[in-house]
């Protein structure tokens, strides 16, 4: 049983969970620095692996904030761009070597090809900011899931603040990009990577549909 408090905190809750959606079109209206701010405030409060990387002194979470229109931003673009040229050749190679990769990765490869053709990786210049989300390497290697309890706190603040927010996950490609991790100050290698952009959302996406709880659950003796 929850006390009143407690209801009314599950309630917001529970609607900023539904609430949470990928956008993908933008106005072109730059939100608040302060915005972004509470946006990373909310990264630095998720959980991180303590044991991979607590003893390190630097600290070990990092976010560069890219605004539409700047010099890194600019210089970034290119960069993302022919990374997802590199991947898309990769994994043809892959397929033409491993048949059964063609017909699992055949979503994949026609979102590559979308990209290719337009010419633009989504997330990156078309919204008001983009934001890679840096963590250091450690040991065992779980910075990926780090990133992603990070993003995932990043994506429920920015929903409560009424923005939109795209996931770039093409990102995390960029970690051994020595050009990309200049741009950013870091040293290539030592950091793992993740992105998203942010704006206000340019339509209004209705709440997230998902099937019921107990068509996906089993409650084991
Ligand atoms: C690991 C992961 C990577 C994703 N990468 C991207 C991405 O690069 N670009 C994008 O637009 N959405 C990306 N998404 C968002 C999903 O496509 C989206 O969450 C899903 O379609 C459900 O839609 P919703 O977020 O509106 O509920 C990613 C999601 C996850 C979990």
Not at 82 to 87: G, K, P, Y
Request: charged residues 25%; hydrophobic residues 40%; aromatic residues 8%.
């Amino acid at each position: 049983m929850c006390s009143d408090v407690g209801e009314q905190k599950n309630m917001y809750l529970d609607q900023i969970l539904a609430d949470r959606r990928s956008y993908r079109m933008f106005r072109p209206e730059v939100p608040e620095e302060d915005d972004i701010r509470r946006i990373l405030h909310a990264g630095l409060l998720a959980p991180y692996a303590a044991a991979a990387v607590g003893d390190s002194k630097d600290y070990f979470r990092r976010f560069f904030v890219m605004k539409k229109g700047s010099q890194s931003l600019n210089a970034a673009i290119p960069l993302v761009m022919e990374q997802v040229n590199v991947m898309a050749q990769g994994l043809n190679a892959e397929m033409e070597k491993n048949p059964p990769l063609r017909k699992k990765a055949v979503m994949f490869v026609q979102r590559l090809e979308m990209i290719r053709k337009a010419g633009r990786v989504p997330g990156v210049g078309n919204a008001p900011y983009y934001i890679v989300v840096a963590e250091r390497k450690g040991f065992p290697p779980v910075e990926h899931q780090s990133l992603a309890h990070c993003l995932e706190n990043m994506w429920l603040k920015a929903t409560a603040l009424e923005l939109g927010f795209q996931l770039v996950s093409i990102t995390s490609q960029m970690s051994g990009n020595v050009e990309f991790c200049k741009i950013l100050g870091i040293p290539v290698g030592e950091w793992e990577l993740m992105g998203c952009a942010v704006g206000y959302p340019a339509d209004e996406l209705s709440p997230s549909i998902r099937p019921p709880v107990e068509d996906v659950t089993r409650w084991l003796e």
